[in-house]
Every structure is written in structure tokens, then in C-alpha cells.
């Protein structure tokens, strides 16, 4: 049963929003304080916070209702629902805004996101799904690196083709990155609520097909990384996370057009092999390396630079390698 629990009153001019950000929290006191200040910094009015809180303690919540003052701020305490994309179906279901954002409780958003994204979604009030940049930080905020898209900015819309033959390579969009249409989210059937790590992959490519991409090269966000992030604890399971990546990919495979289907799929294979063997790498284990190297080699050298172009995977592994050598991951 759900309870929204916080619903302050908010001025006449608050009450439409034109953005709804929805947050899936999980014992998030230690993050949540610096997330919802850098929504409350951004000089644009006329968004809602949709808040779904699945800890077994009002700690999160409490630290929530302290914004009630400066945010319009929609708080719901499901301690049923703990499947983060469960928690994104909920909250933009009850989101009011025609545009939605996703936060998640240990990332951030730079000064400027919201005026960006609300001129982008004025030029371009059709497109499906915005995408930026995003900075890569610790977890004491300092800046690691950033994570962009090989994607043409801003100007035009992205080619379908184009977006889906690289994205399925490889999810190189920084998770509070994205804005999408709530109707075209809806109609889409949401996120998968089995795919724990990969919902989000899952979604962005089936929002490609609905409707015109943007994207920006302005970074306008930060993406944690840190010790207890579900990149980490979660891929303690390898069979499964290989399942998860595996699963979209099979999804979406057809999608691709026949004459690059098996170029592509080669290289998005290789891409689940390096995946899989830097989440073993991370806890410890680091034989897979060198399969995960064979096998980019295996795409000849065309193939393997067109990889690291797709996949960025020296932005996705710098920052870490960094982190985890001063010791901050």
C-alpha cells in the first residue's frame, strides 16, 4: 500500500509543473541531503520532486521533509517496493508534469540543468528523450572524470539508426542524464522491473524508437560512484549480471538493420565480456581480463576503435581507477 506522506503547499505558480523529477530512495541518508540541495539550487521554478522511500527507517524521509519549504515536494513511503525501477514506475505514474527526469538519491545536478533542459524541451517540445553530459564524482563530491554520448549535440535530432546501433553497443548514458516524455514512458510499458541493473538501458532504447533525440555536451550533472552504488553490490552476482545485459541485448538485436545486425552484435558481445570481467575485477577477481581483451581484438582494428568510441570505456573505467587508487571506492 503507498503513502504519500509529504505534500506541502505550494504557491499558484507551483502547482503546474512542467517537470516532474521522480526519486527512488533506499537508505539514501548518507547521499539524499546533497541531491535534493542541488534541485533546490537550480534557478528554474515549476518542477515537482516524486519521492518513493523503500527504507525500513524514516531516516531518508526525514531528511526529505526538510525541503517541504523550497521544494514542491511529493514524498511516498513504499517499504514493499524495493526494485529501484518499480519505485520509477510509481512515481511517474503519479507524476503531474508532461516531462520527466529520473534522480537517484546519491547523484546530483549541476547549477543550469533545469534552464538547459527547459529551453531544449521549448525548441523541441515533440522529442522523446533529452541527453547530457555528466561529470563523474566521488563520494565526497570532487570530480573524476565526465561521461559524454557519441552522439551529434544539440542542433539536430539524433538518428534513430545511429543512436540504437551505438547505445546497444554499450549504455553510455550517465543515469541523471536523461529527460524524457511521461506519455511516451508510459505507452513504452515503463522500465522493466526485473532488470535491476540494466531497466534503464532497456528503456532509453525503447524510447528511441518513439519519438526525436537530443542531446547536449554541456555537463549538467554528477554521477556518483562509490562503494555501496548498486554497480557495485549488485554485480556480486555474475551469472546474473551477464543475464541482465544479455537479456536487452537479445531484446533489441532485431533492431538493428540487417546488413551492420552482425557487426554490431559483435561488438556489443564484446562489450557484455568487458563488463562482466571489470564487475569480477572490482570484487577481486581478474581472470577474466584477458578474455574480455581477446575478444575486443577479435573485432580487428577498425572494429576494436569503433568500440572504444561506442562504449567509452576509458571515461567509464578512468574515474574508477582513480577513485579506487586514492582509496575512495
Known amino acids: 500500500m503507498s503513502a504519500n506522506i509529504g505534500c506541502s503547499a505550494q504557491p499558484e505558480s507551483r502547482r503546474a509543473p512542467w517537470l516532474s523529477v521522480v526519486m ?13 540541495a542541488s534541485l533546490a539550487a537550480q534557478d528554474e521554478a515549476g518542477m515537482e520532486v516524486v519521492l518513493v522511500d523503500s527504507s525500513p527507517t524514516s531516516a531518508t524521509l526525514d531528511i526529505a521533509r526538510r525541503y ?3 521544494l514542491d515536494l511529493r514524498l511516498y513511503e513504499r517499504k514493499d517496493m524495493l526494485p529501484w525501477p518499480a519505485k520509477v514506475n510509481f512515481a511517474v505514474a503519479e507524476a503531474r508534469a508532461p516531462f520527466v527526469s529520473i534522480l537517484h538519491q546519491d547523484d546530483i545536478w ?9 529551453g531544449l524541451i521549448g525548441k523541441n517540445p515533440e522529442a522523446a528523450l533529452f541527453l547530457h553530459a ?51 514512458f508510459l505507452d513504452a510499458g515503463g522500465m522493466d522491473e526485473k532488470r535491476w541493473y540494466t531497466a534503464d538501458w532497456d528503456l532509453y532504447l525503447k524510447l528511441a524508437l518513439a519519438g526525436s533525440v537530443f542531446y547536449s555536451a554541456d555537463i549538467l550533472a554528477g554521477f556518483r560512484i562509490h562503494g555501496g552504488s548498486l554497480t557495485i553490490s549488485g554485480s556480486r552476482s555474475i551469472d546474473d549480471f551477464r543475464s541482465q545485459h544479455e537479456i536487452v541485448l537479445d531484446r533489441h538485436a532485431s533492431r538493428i538493420p ?17 563488463n562482466v570481467a571489470l564487475a569480477q575485477a572490482a570484487h577481486g577477481e581478474h581472470a577474466r581480463l584477458v578474455t574480455a581483451a581477446i575478444a575486443i581484438l577479435r ?3 577498425i572494429g576494436a576503435l569503433r568500440y572504444l568510441r ?5 571515461e567509464r573505467v ?9 582509496g575512495r571506492l
Open 24 to 36: 527512488p530512495t533506499h537508505k539514501g541518508e548518507l547521499w539524499i541531503d546533497a541531491t535534493l
Open 68 to 70: 517541504a519549504d523550497r
Open 110 to 118: 549541476l547549477d543550469g540543468r533545469a534552464a538547459k533542459i527547459r
Open 134 to 184: 555528466a561529470a563523474i564524482i566521488d563520494g565526497d563530491g570532487r570530480v573524476l572524470g565526465a561521461l559524454t554520448c557519441p552522439l551529434p549535440a544539440e542542433n539536430m535530432p539524433v538518428s534513430k539508426d545511429l543512436l540504437i546501433e551505438r547505445l546497444i553497443v554499450q549504455n553510455f548514458v550517465a543515469m541523471p542524464a536523461p529527460t524524457f516524455r511521461r506519455d511516451v
Open 258 to 274: 540487417t546488413e551492420r545486425r552482425e557487426r554490431i552484435l559483435r561488438m556489443a558481445r564484446a562489450s557484455i565480456a568487458v
Open 299 to 301: 573485432l580487428g582494428p
Open 310 to 314: 561506442f562504449s567509452r570505456l576509458v
Open 318 to 326: 578512468a574515474p574508477r581507477l582513480r577513485a579506487r587508487f586514492a
